[in-house]
């Protein structure tokens, strides 16, 4: 039930690569797991000038803080960080930046700052390409919209990410900014790109596929578990996105690190069975940890956490019996595929859908998941069939036991700082 599904030879150096990243994914900032900053760029073109208001939370402009400590205020701070990281070229020719970037009035909770860019004469009709590099070295889930007008003319809006940072915007003969014009193929590419990288970025989805893995025994088991978790995760995003489920996302977000710490549990336990006091024993921490929330004003509700007290005591329930458990575990992935499903949608749902090409953005966003999730099992799995040699059977137990442990924490971390921290 608990060794990985190859040679024993091959478990010991799977659990040994399992360790290795589960330390790489705690050294990661935890709030950052599942939540995105963003940012947005409101461009105005007047002839060969262009003005750009750059404008993000407060809070975000605190990364910058060990980039430039010395800095005297965090407009200070931000009026250097995108004063070398935005750049805009009119055709095929750089435009240079005017004057220093000026603060403009924000909401209290923001920071925006006005930028001028002059562009070569004779441009003045020809496309503008705006890339900007603010904040993606430091927050790789970093999301920035880039907005942009001639006169007095409507918007048009691009999405940037870390994987394409740079906009491009047309212009009609009458002064506008022309639609942007995206063929079929090339909105699909993008959205697969969207879904590869959120799973590639997402620490939390990536941990629970690691808990996954160890409670598989054979290939088969691997691939009814990846299986069983598309088909969950498929279900509900596609729900959501058509409107026909509206999930709570600080609860969809407790509730994903909480299926880390319930898979990480049953790898601890299953080499001798949950016992009926270890089961109570569970019970009995979410009841506290409902009784702490209802006078703190956590997020989670008290029809969340009965919901979470039956489900730990059925889960656990079922790992009393190993070969049950393991009979079980596509049907149980299924269903925990339905909660990571909600967090999908709700990226998804962020970053926005065309709407006259929905079905085509939602499947290849979920094409792109399924890439990204396949590509991240295969190299693990690959790591453990060259490195297992290396790794003796006496000590496949300890691995195993280090590396749920280590899921174990950062789910309960991730679970406390979602339901608890505001």
Known sequence: MTALPFRRSHAGAALLAVLVLLATM????????????????????????????????????TRLGVLDPQ????????????????S?????????????PR??????????LELRFACPPGTAEAPVAFTNNAFFPIASRHIHFARARAGDGGFEEQLMTATDRTAHFA?????????????AGETAWRYIKLGAEHIWIGIDH????????????????????????????????????????????????????????LVAVEALV????????????????????????????????????????????????????????????????????????????????????????????LFSFNVGVEIGQVVFVAALWGVAVLAGPLISTPRQAGIRIAAASLLCLAGSYWFALRSFGG
């Open 26 to 61: 705690l050294v990661t900032p935890a709030a950052d797991a599942h939540t995105r900053s963003q940012s947005m760029s409101s461009l105005s073109v007047d002839g060969d000038e262009i003005e750009i208001t750059f404008r993000v939370p407060a809070r975000e402009v």
């Open 71 to 86: 800095a005297e205020s965090l407009e200070a701070l931000l009026a250097t960080h995108v004063l070398k990281q935005l």
């Open 88 to 100: 805009v070229q009119r055709g095929d020719a750089p435009c240079a930046a005017a004057d220093a």
């Open 103 to 112: 603060p403009v009035r924000a909401s209290a909770a923001d920071i925006a």
């Open 171 to 183: 212009f009609t003969r009458d002064g506008d900014v022309a639609p942007l014009q995206e063929s």
């Open 206 to 261: 990536l941990a629970f596929l690691v808990g996954l893995l160890l409670l598989c025994r054979r290939l088969r088991d691997v691939v009814f578990v990846v299986t069983g978790f598309t088909i969950g995760h498929s279900i509900t995003l596609t729900m959501t996105v058509l409107g026909l489920a509206v999930p709570n996302p600080p609860v969809v977000e407790a509730l994903i690190a909480f299926t880390i710490v």
């Open 270 to 361: 299953a080499p001798s069975g949950m016992t009926l006091r270890g089961i109570g024993g569970a019970a009995l921490l979410i009841g506290l940890l409902a009784s702490v929330a209802a006078f703190t004003g956590a997020q989670l509700g008290a029809a969340v956490w009965l919901g979470l007290l039956l489900l730990t005591a059925g889960y656990l329930w079922l790992t009393r019996d190993a070969d049950l458990a393991r009979r079980l575990l596509p049907a149980v992935t299924t269903i925990f595929g339905l909660i990571h499903g909600f967090g999908f949608a709700g990226v998804l749902l962020e970053l926005g859908l065309p709407q006259e090409r929905l079905a085509l953005a």
